[in-house]
């Protein structure tokens, strides 16, 4: 059974463009949601996380929105750069267990 | 300095061997965990060790048994290596002071265990 599904598997975005990945789960018991980038042959590095009392979350280029009521979250990547190609994985957790269940992971690639 | 080191990176061995992987973290962190990623990128939990005490054990195989000699350290033990065990494994490691909150978990190189 997968918790925490996401869309799309692979994405090519031009530089400059807005990537965007779609998360959705199902288990309302969660309530942290981090995103994390994976570089070929290295491990996932979180890239930013929230939590269901806000809707939305800046750092940067990178936004996560989030909608409780439709049990969906999602990553923007503003002005895309050839050096944001990697893979990103959505995830999602409960309080006091520290497990976190991924995402299948979005392969994203941004051309020159 | 390295967060999270794991050793060895790459691991090619034949079926039916044992085999060791270790990990440390050196963030004073009190919860680690092992993770496989398949050949499809999936990432999954396998175990989660706080303070040395096993807290997390999924659906994993017998085979697999995670061993951890003090807080900044988690091993993972593989017996009789089978084919399907070939993947990217991965340590992790989160502080977990408050239990009230989810931490970041800041994950090790990885190592690409090969079975033929």
């Known amino acids: 059974q997968q918790q925490v599904k996401q869309s799309p598997q692979s994405l090519i975005v031009q530089k400059g463009g807005i990537s965007i990945i779609n998360c959705a789960y199902e288990n309302t018991a969660f309530d942290y949601f981090p995103w994390y980038q994976q570089f070929p042959g290295k491990g996932p590095a979180l890239l930013i996380a929230i939590r269901p009392d806000v809707s939305e979350k800046k750092e940067g280029r990178f936004t996560i929105s989030f909608n409780k009521s439709a049990k969906q979250f999602s990553l923007h990547i503003m002005d895309s750069q050839p050096g944001d190609s990697a893979t990103y994985f959505c995830a999602a957790s409960f309080t006091g267990f520290q497990k976190l269940v991924f995402g299948t992971g979005t392969r994203l690639l941004v051309s020159p | 300095d390295t967060a999270v080191s794991q050793t060895p990176k790459y691991l090619v061995t034949q079926m039916g061997n044992d085999k060791s992987i270790k990990c440390e973290q050196n963030l004073g962190h009190d919860t680690m965990y092992w993770y496989k990623q398949d050949s499809k990128k999936f990432l999954k939990i396998m175990f989660s060790y706080n303070n040395k005490e096993l807290i997390i054990n999924e659906t994993v195989p017998n085979r697999f048994s995670p061993k951890s000699p003090d807080k900044a350290h988690l091993n993972l033990h593989i017996n009789s290596l089978e084919l399907g065990d070939s993947a990217v494994y991965f340590c992790?490691?989160?502080?977990?002071?408050?239990?009230?909150?989810?931490?970041?978990?800041?994950f090790g190189p990885g190592t690409r265990l090969t079975v033929l």
């Open positions: 992790a490691s989160s502080q977990n002071r408050d239990r009230a909150r989810a931490d970041t978990q800041y």
